[in-house]
């Protein structure tokens, strides 16, 4: 009788345990459903924010009641200055994500254009294109967008347009990635085939086709613009006080270590939200990727967030029966 060794290793317990939430997980991917409802949940409170807040997140100020601790009244405490900051963090959903999305939208379509237009393309439009977008990922992503802000000037368009300026040439490599493996498919040549104009080439067979990767970097980048915003924030150049945002919230607390309230709220927000944008890429990769389809799609979301967990980023080996 001969014992397997390697079914007490920690590995093997892990890949159990994904086994486990694989077959749990088949009719609901909770990572993309979680995410969704909280992105939801940060959306509504984004728009009715200021109809049902207790406070004014700037206007009121009770001094005589400055950095109380959460209390009935004050859910989150007050500030230095007497402020609420229940009413100011979720007053800070309406600045955050508003960023967030413009900042994506912008570096996500210009950069897809421009990407698409250089695969398609090639020769020296295609050469000239990339040795801008090498010159501009050479950078550090903060780094650039702390300099421009600084240039500009602290505001929140100011935010948008140095974060989009630093990250369009992402999308750029990535569209551009995509539309040179579409241009050699078989319908792509069967359309040239037929006389289709390179234009419509381009738009109709090409082109639609590299969007789903697209879709799933940009869900992932608002969580990250979120955290560039709210760093950018935290150093001086974003968006200034007395406007609640989430950064701004937690640089202000930074000299304030006994009145824990003031950075856990709103940094939970960040965490929150980063996170929730994170689930919600990582669903949408699995659903829209033609591999994970089908049978296999379903909990794959599930069993890659709990590999991330207890393997890390290795890909398991699949053992030769």
């Excluded at 014992?3 to 694989?22: E, I, Y």
């Excluded at 969580?223 to 150049?237: N, P, Q, R």
């Excluded at 994170?278 to 829209?288: C, E, H, I, M, S």
Aim: aromatic residues 8%.
């Amino acid at each position: 009788m001969t014992v397997d060794q390697n079914s007490s290793t920690p590995a093997s317990r892990a890949r159990g345990l994904l086994v486990a939430a694989r077959t749990s997980a088949r009719s609901l991917d909770f990572g993309y459903y979680i995410g969704l409802l909280i992105i939801v949940a940060w959306a509504v409170i984004a728009t009715t924010a200021y109809l049902w807040v207790p406070f004014h997140p700037t206007e009121y100020q009770d001094v005589a009641n400055r950095l109380a601790a959460p209390s009935a009244t004050n859910i989150f405490g007050t500030d230095e200055l007497g402020r609420d900051v229940f009413s100011r963090v979720m007053a800070g959903a309406q600045l955050s994500l508003p960023i967030a999305l413009l900042t994506v939208a912008i570096a996500g379509v210009v950069g897809s254009v421009i990407g698409a237009i250089s695969g398609f393309v090639g020769g020296m439009v295609d050469e000239l294109i990339m040795r801008v977008c090498d010159v501009i990922l050479s950078f550090p992503a903060i780094v650039l967008a702390l300099a421009i802000v600084a240039a500009l000037g602290p505001n929140w368009f100011n935010v948008v347009a140095s974060i989009s300026l630093v990250m369009w040439p992402e999308y750029c490599r990535l569209m551009r990635s995509q539309v040179l493996s579409i241009r050699t498919n078989l319908h792509v040549t069967a359309a040239i085939s037929v006389g289709c104009s390179p234009t419509r080439v381009f738009s109709k067979h090409v082109l639609p086709y590299g969007l789903p990767a697209i879709m799933v970097k940009a869900t992932v980048d608002l969580g990250m613009v979120i955290l560039i915003t709210a760093g950018l924030s935290f150093i001086g150049v974003g968006v200034t006080p007395p406007t609640p945002e989430w950064g701004a919230m937690v640089s202000a607390a930074q000299t304030r270590i006994d009145s824990w309230w003031l950075v856990v709220f709103p940094g939970l927000a960040i965490l929150s939200t980063v996170l929730a944008f994170n689930f919600v890429g990582d669903g949408l990769r699995d659903k829209l990727d033609p591999q994970l389809r089908g049978g296999n799609a379903k909990g794959a979301s599930a069993k890659s967030m709990l590999q991330r967990i207890f393997l890390g980023q290795r890909k398991t080996k699949e053992t030769p029966a």
